[in-house]
């Protein structure tokens, strides 16, 4: 026992840091805990970084067919791309930052092979080319140029342009006409008015020679015929403008209405519908006038034609006999006026030559005359579209009356009410008894639908769900985190805290530093009172005291190996 005691201390060792001596301090099951906690709580803290940097993805391409769609992801697949498909296939989309590259490397391969080609195909001519392959070719370029301006509208999604372009010989006397067929396929929910298929019609017959708009047919994706040509077309055209004329007058007469009785019995108190008969028959009408017949004097001279005869008996006569310059004369013309009495028949003979002796005869003299007759032609022709019948019904909610309680109830209107709500819609419509106009009033309760109630749990409702999904995965990783931080971090982070509790070796140190207990081979020390000088054995336990103040760590491994029976 002496010997123990005449052990000298050892010198105190360089002091390491404190996290490491508390973390030295901890045992084995301590010590995994703090390190499987560390790594977990790294690991939540990379997978939060790498999906906060997640990429952004944008649409490539879309409204692709399943032909252009697999050759575009057999494509990315080679070209080492990630690439995503919106929900329900609609759309191939890629990384932001990598979308205008992928495109312009899949248009040098020709993908998609789904879009219009125009003009450019004339751009890739081939030596040896035949007369027919650049027909062919300007037909598909032109058929492609005109296809885009057709997708340019903003009803029409996609079309297609047919053209029949005959070959032209200067040999045949009646040359073939062009025609062309589109068929345009529309976005949900739209439609093409008279004016836009119209106006496609006239695109195409401008933009082929010699091609007339009655030769170019439409169609729309369900086989329906958009555009007529000829008669049928015309008459087609003049039935929907009918169709569309009837039902503005109806929208008009049920919005008088509506205005009318609105601030008399409130708003949705009423309801209004109208029907319209119009005339839309065509009249033409000639009629011819005759004047009466007018004097001869007023009336005008078209043609006359006079016939005279003459037969005449002559006992003796000397004229012009012989040869001679008189005998060749022609014989005078006739004087016989248009207008007037006949000359005496000596007269017309005098005129002809000399006559000699008694003449005997007769004469006859004929005369046709044709006056222009006065004619008024006039044609009328009417389309008027008029108005032939008015049928107006209405329906009018009941009134609302609050009694003396302040109870709300439901009350029909009076007679003098209703009568004067049906002037009102008579004067608004135009009411015409000769016309055979009707109008309606009846006074009926609405029926009020009853507001049903959601009784589908929070956790059910859609909103519910999908707020759930999209704060399922930061709130699952918080939830995590903190588990990990509470459960295995903290209690070693809390052991680290403070020196480990050692029941033997705690117990003397506490001996060593409080109790002073005796040691047989070191006198009991005296106290600082009593003495004016140290003693070594002082001085020891001074030094051993501090020593386990410093380094308890140390003092503890001391004193465990003093009661484990080992010896210095």
């Known amino acids: 026992m002496s010997a123990a005691a005449q052990v000298p201390a050892p010198a105190p060792a360089a002091a390491a840091p404190a996290w490491m001596q508390r973390f030295s301090s901890l045992d084995r099951a301590q010590r995994l805990r703090l390190g499987i906690g560390v790594v977990l709580l790294v690991a939540a803290a990379m997978a939060a970084v790498l999906l906060g940097r997640q990429q952004d993805y944008r649409v490539l391409f879309a409204n692709l067919s399943d032909k252009d769609g697999g050759a575009i992801v057999a494509q990315l697949t080679q070209m080492n791309v990630p690439y995503r498909y919106t929900e329900g296939g609609g759309a191939i989309m890629v990384p932001s930052d990598r979308v205008h590259d992928v495109r312009l490397r899949l248009a040098s391969q020709g993908l998609p092979k789904g879009t219009v080609t125009g003009f450019e195909v004339m751009e890739s001519g081939r030596f ?25 509208l903003s009803s029409v999604q996609s079309a297609r342009v047919h053209l029949a372009l005959p070959q032209q010989n200067g040999f045949f006397r009646e040359q073939q006409k062009p025609s062309a067929s589109i068929l345009v396929s529309l976005y949900p929910g739209r439609t093409l008015d008279r004016a836009q298929i119209a106006g496609i019609v006239h695109l195409v017959a401008a933009s082929v020679p010699e091609l007339q708009p009655a030769a170019v047919s439409v169609l729309d994706d369900s086989g329906k015929l958009l555009s007529q040509s000829g008669e049928a077309g015309n008459g087609a055209a003049v039935d929907a403008q009918q169709l569309q004329y009837v039902q503005q007058i109806e929208q008009q007469y049920t919005r008088r209405i509506m205005e009318i009785l609105e601030p008399v019995v409130g708003r949705n108190n009423i309801k209004a519908q109208v029907t319209a008969e119009l005339d839309f028959s065509q009249t033409d009408s000639t009629q011819e006038q005759y004047r009466p ?20 008996a002559t006992s003796t006569s000397t004229g012009p006999v012989g040869v001679g310059a008189v005998a060749n004369q022609p014989p005078a013309p006739s004087a016989a006026p248009i207008n007037g009495a006949n000359p005496a028949p000596q007269a017309a003979g005098q005129a002809g ?53 302040g109870k709300v109830e439901q009350k029909p209107l009076s007679p003098e009410q209703m009568e004067k709500m049906t002037a009102l819609v008579r004067e ?141």
Do not use: C, H
Not at 133 to 152: D, K, P
Not at 293 to 312: G, I, M, W, Y
Not at 363 to 380: A, G, Q
Not at 558 to 564: A, E, H, L, T
């Open 128 to 152: 040896g080319v035949t007369q027919f392959q650049e027909r062919l070719n300007f037909q598909r370029g032109l058929e492609g140029e005109l296809t885009r301006s057709i997708q340019s």
């Open 428 to 568: 608004t419509v135009g009411y015409s008894r000769d016309r055979g106009d009707s109008v309606n009033l009846m006074n009926a309760p609405f029926q009020q639908e009853p507001v049903v109630a959601n009784d589908t749990p929070l956790w059910k409702q859609p909103e519910t769900q999908e707020l759930a999904r999209s704060l399922a995965w930061p709130v699952g990783m918080a939830l995590f985190a903190a588990l990990v931080l509470l459960g295995l971090v903290r209690p070693a982070l809390k052991a680290l805290g403070g020196p480990r509790a050692i029941p033997m070796a705690g117990a003397q140190l506490d001996a060593v530093e409080a109790d002073q207990p005796e040691r047989p081979a070191l006198p009991a020390p005296a106290k600082k009172e009593q003495q004016a000088v140290a003693t070594p054995e002082q001085l020891r336990l001074e030094e051993a005291r501090a020593l386990a103040r410093s380094n308890p760590v140390a003092v503890a491994n001391i004193v465990k190996n003093w009661v484990g029976g080992e010896t210095a």
């Open 353 to 405: 030559g000399q006559q000699q002796g008694t003449d005997t005869g007769s004469s006859k003299r004929e005369s046709t005359t044709n006056y222009e007759v006065d004619k008024t032609v006039r044609v009328t022709r009417g389309n008027n579209w008029a108005i032939k019948r008015v049928n107006a019904a209405v329906v009018v909610n009941y009134q609302s009356v609050t009694d003396a309680k």
């Open 293 to 312: 017949n007018q004097t001869p004097d007023a009336a005008v001279v078209r043609s006359q034609q006079v016939l005279e005869s003459r037969e005449t």
